[in-house]
């Protein structure tokens, strides 16, 4: 939010920075803060402790995003007016929460077990079905139905992606305790996950599910001769995190200072998006409180504030307004959205800090941001 503000501030408020000559600049680095974040998401997530919160969280995860991408698909159809193709890309690029923003709250307020789980999940397939859907609708292939090519778009780039970074995981197992002693072995990691970033989204794949199951992979595959110390594992994990939040704070500066304000016309349906996005976060938590049931009422209640937009959606919304013709309001519109549902996960994080160490049980896993 600061860092928003202050871009904002920079930027459109002052005129002190012409931020329209650095928008690929930022597209660029959005991105790479996603292939960090999400890798580290991926590294940190171990299958033992999430496999029993897994089938209720990716229910959750599913609901939760088909909600709000219905919302504000229809949002956009009948408030908006814009063509069935263009409201189905704005509810791409609106319908995940983002990990990015949740995850830092859930280790300030030392939150573990299930809930942690559950968010953690959410939003992490949040970010990965976001980038998918939009890619794909974004890149139809002429002369393919809307549908079909949707799922096709989706299907190729899933099963690319998965197969190819647990190949790449299992391979990169066995030789990276060569290269962890290494002054540069963190380093030597990081362009380990770029390259299978770029092989991937050359191969047709979506690059940054290959991202997390990369890192997933590394996680929950151990090899004989991958004898890397804790010492080490450290290190690696503090760079990357050193590294992700040097990223971030270029990439929301820009953000903040490249955005236009909302038009007016725009206003009216901007509030109903985030109306939207309130209900559907309301529905998805009551009707999946059967499936959730090591999660109480106190945390039901606790992951109901938290639904915040960030970095993806900027990212999905800078990439939509430069490659959809007609489409250049989206950015203005994901900066309000995102100014707006972090205010609400701020006000629900104070609400519901006493509740800090009722929420604290059982092992989980959580991401160093």
């Known amino acids: 939010?600061?860092?928003?503000?202050?871009?904002l501030v920079l930027g459109?408020?002052?005129?002190?920075?012409?931020?329209?000559?650095?928008?690929?600049?930022?597209?660029?680095?959005?991105?790479?803060?996603?292939?960090?974040?999400?890798?580290?998401a991926g590294s940190e997530l171990h299958l033992r402790d999430a496999l029993r919160h897994f089938p209720a969280?990716?229910?959750?995860?599913?609901?939760?995003?088909?909600?709000?991408?219905?919302?504000?698909?229809?949002?956009?159809?009948?408030?908006?007016?814009?063509?069935?193709?263009?409201?189905?890309?704005?509810?791409?690029?609106?319908?995940?929460?983002?990990?990015?923003?949740?995850?830092?709250?859930?280790q300030q307020l030392g939150i573990r077990g299930p809930v942690t789980v559950v968010l953690i999940l959410e939003a992490s397939l949040g970010d990965i079905i976001s980038?998918?859907?939009?890619?794909?609708?974004?890149?139809?292939?002429?002369?393919?139905?809307?549908v079909t090519g949707l799922i096709t778009g989706f299907l190729v780039r899933t099963s690319v992606a998965i197969i190819s970074a647990i190949v790449a995981g299992i391979m990169w197992s066995s030789v990276r305790s060569r290269f962890a002693a290494d002054r540069f072995g963190s380093v030597l990691q990081v362009?380990?996950?770029?390259?299978?970033?770029?092989?991937?989204?050359?191969?047709?794949?979506?690059?940054?599910?290959?991202v997390l199951a990369f890192g997933l992979t590394l996680a929950n595959v151990r090899n004989d001769a991958d004898e890397i110390s804790a010492g080490h594992e450290q290190a690696i994990r503090v760079f990357?995190?050193?590294?992700?939040?040097?990223?971030?704070?270029?990439?929301?500066?820009?953000?903040g200072a490249s955005v236009e304000l909302i038009e007016r016309p725009y206003a009216i349906a901007t509030a109903l998006i985030v109306a939207g996005l309130v209900?559907?976060?309301?529905?998805?938590?009551?009707t999946t409180s059967w499936a959730?049931?090591?999660?109480?009422?106190?945390?039901?209640?606790?992951?109901?504030?938290?639904?915040?937009?960030?970095?993806?959606?900027?990212?999905?919304?800078?990439?939509?307004?430069?490659?959809?013709?007609?489409?250049?309001?989206?950015?203005?519109i994901a900066f309000t959205v995102i100014v707006v549902t972090n205010l609400l996960m701020v006000l629900g994080a104070f609400r519901f800090r006493p509740l800090e160490k009722g929420i604290k049980h059982g092992p989980v896993a959580t991401t160093a941001t």
């Not at 049931?293 to 970095?311: T, Y």
């Open 1 to 7: 939010m600061i860092l928003m503000i202050t871009g």
């Open 12 to 40: 459109p408020l002052s005129g002190w920075i012409n931020a329209g000559q650095f928008r690929t600049f930022t597209q660029y680095l959005g991105t790479f803060a996603l292939i960090l974040i999400l890798f580290e």
């Open 57 to 106: 969280a990716v229910l959750f995860g599913l609901l939760s995003y088909g909600l709000s991408f219905a919302a504000v698909s229809l949002v956009a159809l009948w408030v908006m007016k814009v063509p069935l193709h263009q409201a189905l890309i704005l509810g791409g690029v609106f319908g995940c929460t983002s990990s990015t923003m949740v995850i830092p709250v859930l």
């Open 131 to 146: 980038v998918i859907s939009v890619g794909s609708l974004v890149d139809i292939p002429r002369g393919d139905t809307l």
């Open 191 to 210: 362009g380990g996950v770029l390259l299978v970033y770029a092989l991937v989204r050359t191969a047709g794949g979506s690059g940054l599910l290959a």
């Open 240 to 255: 990357h995190s050193d590294l992700s939040f040097l990223v971030r704070s270029f990439f929301f500066v820009l953000l």
């Open 279 to 286: 209900l559907a976060r309301v529905v998805s938590v009551y």
């Open 292 to 332: 959730l049931r090591d999660v109480g009422r106190p945390e039901r209640e606790f992951i109901l504030c938290l639904f915040p937009r960030g970095l993806v959606n900027a990212v999905l919304a800078i990439q939509v307004a430069g490659t959809e013709g007609g489409m250049p309001f989206v950015p203005a």
